[in-house]
């Protein structure tokens, strides 16, 4: 299964933006790669997912490196209720049309006033 | 759109009892859904994948006849925990992945068991 690398936590400044970096050095070619966030005791929240290309929504950007073994979220205006640790999770195809999200120890980002 | 709802949110259930977990997408149908187990201060760790109308895959380590899953229907899908021991105090998670369509996978709210 790839791997990945997070830093364990990053600070912030509210109205700043976060730049979140991921490491997946041994991701394969059809892998894609995911970001969720988890706010204390809750549920994990699905941010964004990309192949290869950058993408960007209404909550944040990917930015995927050309050779796809590294990525960075970017959430462009931090706010306070963005504080959650952040999870970069490579898809993994578990076999006919199932694939699964292994969850590695992610980035706590602590956002401050 | 695309909610999963968990029930209980949280549970407290004697040692030797057992306590059954529903999920639920509530907008969406899944064939496929995934249990994860949570404890203090760790990630998420996947207990297994439920496939409607099938068995469960269970990951490495995971005792299946302890965990009993059942997905008998597109938007529903329970864990059992058998025999509850004070160890399987946890965060129980479960996540969705919408059949056909979105390719990202959506999270309950997740449920707090404590074992007494």
């Known amino acids: 299964d790839a791997k990945t690398t997070q830093p364990p936590s990053m600070d912030c400044a509210e109205g700043r933006a976060a730049n979140l970096p991921c490491n997946h050095s041994?991701?394969?070619?059809?892998?894609?790669v995911y970001w969720y966030r988890q706010i204390h005791s809750q549920g994990p929240q699905y941010i964004i997912h990309g192949l290869k290309n950058n993408e960007t929504n209404e909550m944040a950007s990917l930015i995927i490196t050309e050779d796809r073994k590294s990525s960075t979220l970017i959430l462009p205006h931090a706010t306070l209720r963005d504080t959650a640790v952040y999870y970069c999770i490579v898809r993994v195809w578990s076999g006919g049309s199932n694939y699964k999200l292994t969850f590695g120890k992610g980035t706590l980002l602590t956002v401050n006033p | 759109g695309a909610v999963v709802s968990q029930h209980p949110s949280w549970v407290i259930c004697k040692s030797g009892t057992s306590v059954k977990i529903e999920c639920r997408s509530l907008?969406?149908?899944?064939?496929?859904m995934f249990w994860y187990r949570q404890f203090p201060k760790q990630s998420l760790m996947l207990m297994a994948t439920s496939n409607e109308g099938s068995k469960a895959t269970y990951e490495q380590g995971v005792e299946k006849d302890k965990f009993l899953i059942n997905h008998a229907s597109l938007t529903l899908s329970t864990l059992t925990v058998t025999s509850a021991h004070p160890e399987d105090s946890s965060f129980y998670i479960c996540?969705?992945?919408?059949?056909?369509?979105?390719?990202?996978?959506?999270f309950g709210q997740g449920t707090r068991l404590t074992v007494v």
């Open positions: 996540s969705a992945l919408p059949t056909g369509g979105k390719t990202e996978a959506f």
């Open positions: 041994t991701i394969s070619g059809n892998e894609y």
């Open positions: 907008d969406f149908q899944a064939t496929t």
